[in-house]
């Protein structure tokens, strides 16, 4: 037999007394997968043999399992490369999913018979080099797409509706292998025109799955089912000989495969992955396949339910309208019954009055949907995953396909060990979670995060799997081997911040043996102000989670006092471009002194004064660059180290006319641009508004619009009523009267609603209001008597 063809050529939607049952699908579609169970009910053949990876069949058992919930995938990946991976998605209306629950009922063999993920992984690999050296591969052919507008629709999947998904009989019984007869014969007739459509590797998959069939054949008397892509019927039907088929398959690459069942989405699956039938409306799918009578009334009520959880008005009356007016469109457009356009149609008209705002609401959660199937326990998993599972089951934090916000308090213990789990997780490159701003308190007690579970994240897992058997162990490996692979200081200490973060005390010797070297070896001001910050938050971190962090505090307070010494020559000759970095590294430098003064007390003062020392030398230097000159005044006067005259006295210096316009701009950005307040400082003191004024009115016009970019820059960040005040203030011009307090102005005079003096009974005032607010009603009573005045401390 092995030089001769097939004794018997199998038909599409032939009975098994004519030979096997070719039964062509298409992938993930509930019209298929609802005649596969009617053929093979009517049929009861003795085998069933599905398009997949042959080293999935002792998985097939479990999808009898309990646990087991579609959407669900085989994973495929290899041994020595875990990111070589591929799946292959099966949804509760899969084709192939009814026809392996439906042999596992009635105690039938099933097999997989596609070709091997040992094979398909490595040639997958292959294809990527050959098309990075020859250019991208040529667009497959669609058959769906080639039927419909051959039928005359411009919609594939409207057409895929009419014909299939809406068949109806009448009343009578229909004959179940019709549709496969007929949808065999239209795939015949494409193979003769296209060909392999675009698919090269089809001609080998198909070999092989015809040496599989030819096996089953002689095994079971021809009494077996194929379920497989409708494009591959042709080719399983043709007359080949065995020797012909092996050929194609001599000398294929192969790899060490491992396989698993895995959980997948409706997000996913409405992706090209895997058997690449791609799907725009999945949730609609699985309710055409739940729903075999009535869809149309039915959907309408789970979208008014939707609507209605969303505080939106819909009653009994939209969702009878609504039917109505989808049944109406259908006959427009001739189609035997309403389809998801239709429906979609009469949504937008009667329930969500021609908006699309709730559409989308009505598609990501009904037709799309965000379901996530469920594997069970006994699948095969890689140690690492198995942790992970139980860890998140420990820790009630359960892997979601819908993104979701979470707040943590560090404070309990619940909370602290998700914190750790998260950061683990991201250090070892699963990026399940990411870090958010809070929407309550911005203290180092709480953390926000964003979470979204997505089915590749198994593949990160088990790429993860070479660091360790849990994830604290892996954590920790990776966090190590980062640290003596890392070639700049600013890596390192990023991942020691990370290793706080994390919990992984076991990792910290090593990261902080690299982090002095590198800080030893490196004398860069820019990477040491680069490198502070990190350890500064990782100090504060630290003493969030009751972790020792004298050592890194020894480091950060040595980085410090190398940066107070070096960074003065830094800030000349500069660069627009440079200038503007070291001035965001000043920042951050200054915002980590101020951590570094609470976690390492016995430098405290010493290193806020020589950190202030820096910084009044750098705003008096003339070789400095005007914009980091403006940023140091006006951190100096933030903290209350700079009098507003001294301030004042310094701008008047930088706006004079001898100062270049550029030079005077980019000092006018240090002081007002970038940071919180920046506006509110020129609202109220008009002073300093005054002189920006004067100087931006004697600005020549030749080098204006040289000036104008910065100026731009500057004000454009201010909110808009920060904006209108100023403009309102300039219109204005300052008013009669006197004063040198906060309202006073250059000539002696007063802007309007700022006295001469502080007046401290009026600023005392507000303090019963100020405790209430900040919950402190147990204080209020004191505030009178005991509390000191806020004019008697300025």
């Not at 959407?71 to 070589?84: F, N, T």
């Not at 000036?707 to 005040?725: C, D, I, K, N, W």
Request: proline share 7%; with cysteine; charged share 25%.
């Amino acid at each position: 037999m092995t030089g001769t063809p097939s004794s018997v050529t199998p038909r599409p939607g032939t009975p098994r007394s004519g030979g096997p049952l070719l039964l062509g699908v298409r992938h993930h579609g509930p019209g298929s997968a609802r005649a596969v169970g009617a053929a093979l009910e009517a049929a009861r053949p003795r085998a069933v043999l599905i398009e997949g990876p042959p080293e999935g069949d002792a998985l097939l058992p479990l999808a009898a399992d309990e646990q087991m919930r579609p959407p669900v995938a085989l994973l495929a990946h290899a041994v020595d490369d875990p990111g070589r991976a591929a799946f292959w998605p099966l949804a509760g209306f899969s084709p192939e999913w009814v026809a392996i629950r439906w042999a596992l009922a009635h105690d039938v063999p099933v097999r997989f018979i596609d070709l091997p993920a040992a094979h398909s992984l490595a040639m997958a690999e292959k294809e990527e080099e050959r098309h990075g050296e020859e250019g991208p591969a040529p667009v497959p052919v669609d058959p769906i797409g080639v039927l419909a507008e051959t039928a005359g629709y411009d919609d594939p999947e409207r057409w895929w509706e009419d014909v299939v998904e809406h068949r109806a009989h009448d009343g009578r019984p229909g004959d179940p292998l019709a549709a496969f007869a007929a949808l065999g014969e239209a795939m015949t007739a494409l193979r003769e025109v296209y060909g392999d459509g675009g698919h090269p590797r089809d001609a080998v998959r198909e070999a092989y799955m015809r040496i599989q069939l030819r096996t089953a054949r002689k095994e079971f008397d021809d009494d077996v089912a194929v379920v497989c892509g409708a494009w591959h019927v042709p080719a399983l039907g043709a007359r080949t000989t065995l020797a012909a088929d092996r050929a194609l398959l001599k000398g294929l690459p192969k790899v060490k495969a491992e396989l698993t069942w895995v959980p997948w989405t409706h997000q996913r699956l409405a992706r090209h992955s895997g058997y690449g039938a791609g799907i725009d409306s999945p949730g609609w799918y699985a309710h055409l396949f739940a729903s075999p009578d009535r869809p149309v009334e039915r959907w309408m009520t789970r979208v008014a339910g939707l609507l209605r959880d969303e505080d939106r008005f819909v009653s009994s009356a939209h969702v009878i309208e609504a039917v109505r007016l989808a049944g109406t469109l259908a006959a427009m457009r001739g189609r035997p019954l309403a389809g998801l356009s239709e429906a979609t149609d009469a949504v937008r008209a009667v329930m969500c009055e021609g908006s699309d705002e709730p559409l989308a609401l009505v598609r990501d959660r009904l037709i799309v949907g965000s379901t996530l199937g469920e594997v069970p326990d006994t699948a095969p998993a890689v140690p690492l995953q198995r942790d992970l599972t139980r860890v998140q089951r420990t820790l009630r934090l359960k892997p979601e396909a819908s993104e979701r916000d979470i707040e943590l308090d560090l404070r309990k213990d619940t909370d602290a060990a998700r914190s750790r789990l998260l950061h683990r997780l991201r250090i070892l490159g699963v990026g399940w979670g990411e870090p958010t701003e809070g929407r309550g308190s911005t203290g180092t007690f709480r953390e926000s995060w964003r979470l979204r579970w997505e089915p590749e994240l198994y593949v990160r897992v088990a790429e993860a799997g070479i660091w360790g058997t849990t994830v604290l162990s892996a954590a920790t490996a990776r966090a190590e081997s980062d640290a003596l692979s890392a070639t700049a200081l600013a890596d390192v200490t990023a991942l020691a911040e990370r290793c706080l973060l994390a919990g992984l005390p076991d990792a910290l010797p090593v990261v902080m043996r690299m982090l002095a070297d590198r800080a030893a070896l490196d004398t860069d001001v820019g990477h040491l102000a680069d490198a502070l910050p990190s350890l500064a938050r990782a100090l504060r971190y630290g003493d969030v989670r009751s972790t020792d962090t004298a050592a890194l505090g020894e480091v950060a307070a040595g980085l410090a006092e190398r940066i107070c010494v070096g960074l003065p020559p830094a800030c000349t000759g500069l660069d627009d471009e440079g200038a503007a970095a070291l001035r965001r590294q000043v920042d951050g430098v200054h915002t980590a002194v101020g951590l570094l003064a609470g976690a390492v007390p016995a430098n405290a003062d010493g290193l806020r004064e020589r950190w202030r020392a820096v910084l009044h030398k750098l705003a008096a230097r003339d070789p400095v660059a005007g914009v980091i000159r403006g940023r140091a005044a006006r951190l100096l006067l933030d903290d209350g180290h700079l009098e507003q005259d001294d301030a004042a006295r310094l701008m008047g210096l930088a706006l004079s006319p001898g100062t270049p316009p550029a030079e005077a701009a980019a000092w006018i950005e240090g002081f007002v641009g970038g940071a919180a307040g920046g506006g509110m400082l020129l609202v109220h003191d008009e002073r300093l508004l005054a002189l920006v004024d004067a100087w931006l009115s004697g600005v020549a016009a030749d080098t204006f619009t040289d000036v104008l970019p910065l100026l731009r820059r500057t004000f454009s960040a201010y909110e808009s009523g920060v904006r209108r005040t100023l403009g309102e203030l300039v219109r204005r011009g300052p008013a009669a009267g006197g004063g040198t307090g906060a309202g006073a102005v250059p000539g002696g005079t007063t802007a309007p609603g700022f006295g001469p003096v502080l007046d401290g009974p009026r600023a005392d005032a507000v303090l019963p209001v100020l405790r209430l607010l900040l919950g402190l009603d147990g204080e209020a009573a004191t505030t009178e008597n005991d509390a000191q005045p806020l004019g008697a401390t300025g």
